[in-house]
């Protein structure tokens, strides 16, 4: 049975005079080739670039960065221990009094509870959680980002061994025109100007068969890089399903791309940051608690023990102008956040109009290259019959074919395009994730490690 890219280009294949033999041998290479390595489909090679590309790999770690701005901000709330201690050499010589060396030596504990903050905690609180929701945005713009590119990337292999396979055939129609021309010039019925015609055309079509390799070759580098595997045999995957109808409902949906979103969260962050730069101008009050112990003291031969509890109040007066800076800076970053949320509102709707039309676009291309290589093969083939008896020359016959060729790339180039364009509208309208695809993976949990870190006050974990 043919493959699926196989049934594609039928009508290529049916139209290229290869040899039985030659054809029977480029199967038996195929369906070797297709038994030692199964068919990677599109939804294979998104499942791996979602389990393993870096760039995704690099915004989930980011994320968990982020997720701990809610216990650093927490920490405004709980009390700090510290302890110091003191050891040393003392020489006292009081006249009259006392005289010899001692050894001091105490240890003190200080126990801080903050009280009030004035309003710190709870603004820096919502500023955390609210860069915490535009991360998580941000890591799903990234994973549609790195989708996107696994498609593009499938698709480029896809069109590229194509058109590989079409510029090879071209090559040896061509080869055997050339042949056949040679015979018909020894014997006097072409002149040496249709041979040289034919020799030209064979060189530019060897010349499009090294290109369309090194083509491949790229596309295939672009596919490891991507997707972190290199592709097998791909198989042209079927329409997109559950697309918007039109422009207007591409467009009304692009509100909802993770772009915006971030940018929402991270405009309401820049207006907690405000709060934050506020507070520091405001009074705050701790508890402080002290205990402490020593002995060898320079008076006398004797420790001492002390304990204290105590609410201490500070009120900021002057602090150089700082706090009135960062309040003025923070007013502003907001105002940046706000244009930004513009921006990528507008922004948006240009992808989405883009996505949409290179979709359109796509679909209208395709069915005129139908036509094209179909009235192209007609043409070929007629040509053919009419230079059998003169009325056609070698260059007629060159041209015929090289416009068959021509169609036929076209046409393979505008079926990749609709494919990566139908993903593209997805990715518009923010539906380009792995969940919405139904990508056969473990989605990755963006509240798991917010869960486990929130309320957390101690530990260093494991950096993964």
């Not at 670039?49 to 997720?67: F, G, I, S």
Request: aromatic share 6%; glycine share 6%; proline share 4%.
């Amino acid at each position: 049975m043919l493959s699926r890219r196989a049934r594609l280009f039928r009508p290529v294949v049916r139209s290229l005079s290869v040899p039985p033999l030659a054809a029977l041998a480029l199967a038996l290479v195929v369906s070797q080739a297709e038994t030692a390595r199964a068919a990677d489909t599109l939804t294979d090679a998104l499942a791996k670039a979602y389990d393993n590309n870096p760039q995704l790999q690099a915004a989930r770690a980011q994320l968990r960065a982020t997720d701990e701005g809610v216990p650093q901000a927490k920490s405004g709330w709980r009390p700090t221990v510290t302890t110091t201690g003191n050891v040393g050499e003392e020489w006292v010589n009081n006249d009259p009094g006392s005289k010899g060396d001692f050894q001091p030596r105490g240890v003190d504990l200080q126990i801080t509870q903050p009280l009030y903050t004035g309003e710190r905690t709870p603004s820096a609180l919502r500023q955390a959680e609210s860069l915490i929701l535009a991360q998580r945005s941000v890591l799903m713009s990234a994973e549609q980002n790195v989708l996107l590119s696994a498609v593009t990337a499938y698709m480029n292999v896809v069109q590229s061994e194509a058109v590989l396979e079409l510029n090879r055939n071209q090559e040896t129609v061509i080869s055997r025109d050339l042949e056949a021309t040679r015979t018909r010039f020894e014997v006097g019925e072409l002149t040496k100007t249709d041979v040289a015609q034919a020799e030209a055309r064979l060189a530019g079509a060897t010349a499009a068969r090294i290109q369309a390799e090194g083509q491949l070759a790229a596309a295939r580098a672009v596919y490891v890089n991507v997707i972190g595997d290199s592709p097998g045999t791909l198989e042209q995957p079927a329409p997109l399903a559950n697309l918007p109808s039109s422009e207007e409902e591409t467009v009304s949906g692009s509100e909802n791309t993770p772009d915006v979103i971030a940018a929402k969260y991270n405009e309401q962050a820049a207006h907690d940051g405000i709060d934050v730069a506020f507070s520091q101008i405001m009074p705050f009050l701790n508890l402080v608690g002290t205990a402490g112990t020593a002995d060898e003291t320079s008076a006398r031969n004797t420790g001492r023990d002390s304990a204290s509890i105590m609410l201490q109040l500070t009120v900021p007066l002057y602090q150089a102008g700082l706090p009135a800076a960062n309040v003025r800076q923070s007013k502003q970053v907001a105002a940046q956040r706000r244009q930004e949320l513009e921006n990528q509102r507008r922004l948006a709707v240009q992808n989405a109009v883009q996505a949409w039309q290179a979709l359109e676009t796509a679909r209208a291309q395709i069915k005129s290259f139908v036509s094209q290589v179909e009235a192209n093969k007609v043409a070929l083939e007629g040509v053919r019959l009419e230079a059998n008896v003169g009325a056609r020359t070698v260059l007629d016959i060159l041209d015929a074919e090289q416009e068959y060729l021509n169609a036929q790339v076209s046409l393979v180039g505008a079926r990749r395009d609709e494919v990566v364009a139908a993903y593209a509208v997805e990715s518009a309208i923010g539906r380009l994730t792995a969940r919405d695809l139904g990508l056969p993976v473990d989605y990755y949990d963006v509240e798991a490690y917010y869960k486990e870190v929130h309320d957390k006050f101690w530990g260093f974990g494991d950096g993964q």
